[in-house]
């Protein structure tokens, strides 16, 4: 699924921003770096679980400025969020399409600041990829909804995670 994430992510930030991101062997900014921005996407049905897109706010911003066609120090908060959210969005429903259906896509979710948690209650790092872009990292993270919380799945070994 790592492969699906790169492909879909680079692909929609060069054909969405014109922006040619590049994976990356380094890490996310973690919460308590410099303002950071999350979005997230839950997706329910045959497959439960949610797409995250996590980034600097000064990347973001960047990529506010390309969909809004205005200056990187224009951008406003708002189009900010409504850029990182339209990211997640467009990203989480082309890994939606990869994975068992049907299932539904909820309006994504954005949060931001210097310290915060993200947690999506049940879930577990199904896949996640790393990029950067002119020495921002930033990453796409999968999550899927424990099968216990979930009576439609089977049961996961505990042991083994399958």
Same mark, same amino acid.
């Given at each position: 699924?790592? /492969?699906?994430?790169? =492909?879909? #992510?680079?692909?929609?930030?060069? @054909? !969405?921003?014109?922006?040619?991101?590049? *994976? +990356?062997?380094?890490?996310?900014?973690?919460?308590?770096?410099?303002?950071?921005?999350?979005?997230?996407?839950?997706?329910?049905?045959?497959?439960?679980?949610?797409?995250?897109?996590?980034?600097?706010?000064?990347?973001?911003?960047?990529?506010?400025?390309?969909?809004?066609?205005?200056?990187?120090?224009?951008?406003?908060?708002?189009?900010?969020? /409504?850029?990182?959210? =339209?990211? #997640?969005?467009?990203?989480?429903? @082309? !890994?939606?399409?990869?994975?068992?259906? *049907? +299932?539904?896509?909820?309006?994504?979710?954005?949060?931001?600041?210097?310290?915060?948690?993200?947690?999506?209650?049940?879930?577990?790092?199904?896949?996640?990829?790393?990029?950067?872009?002119?020495?921002?990292?930033?990453?796409?993270?999968?999550?899927?909804?424990?099968?216990?919380?979930?009576?439609?799945?089977?049961?996961?070994?505990?042991?083994?995670?399958?």
């Amino acid at each position: 699924m790592e /492969d699906a994430i790169r =492909e879909i #992510t680079q692909n929609i930030w060069l @054909n !969405l921003l014109g922006l040619n991101v590049k *994976p +990356s062997v380094k890490k996310t900014t973690q919460p308590g770096s410099p303002w950071t921005m999350a979005g997230c996407v839950q997706i329910t049905g045959a497959w439960q679980g949610a797409v995250i897109l996590s980034c600097t706010a000064e990347l973001a911003g960047i990529a506010a400025a390309k969909m809004f066609e205005v200056a990187p120090e224009s951008a406003s908060r708002d189009q900010t969020a /409504d850029t990182l959210g =339209e990211l #997640t969005n467009i990203t989480g429903g @082309n !890994l939606k399409a990869a994975l068992p259906g *049907p +299932s539904q896509l909820s309006l994504p979710t954005v949060v931001e600041g210097h310290d915060y948690r993200l947690r999506i209650p049940g879930g577990h790092i199904v896949s996640q990829a790393c990029f950067e872009y002119q020495n921002h990292v930033f990453g796409v993270t999968l999550l899927e909804r424990d099968s216990e919380l979930n009576p439609g799945l089977p049961p996961r070994d505990s042991q083994t995670g399958e």
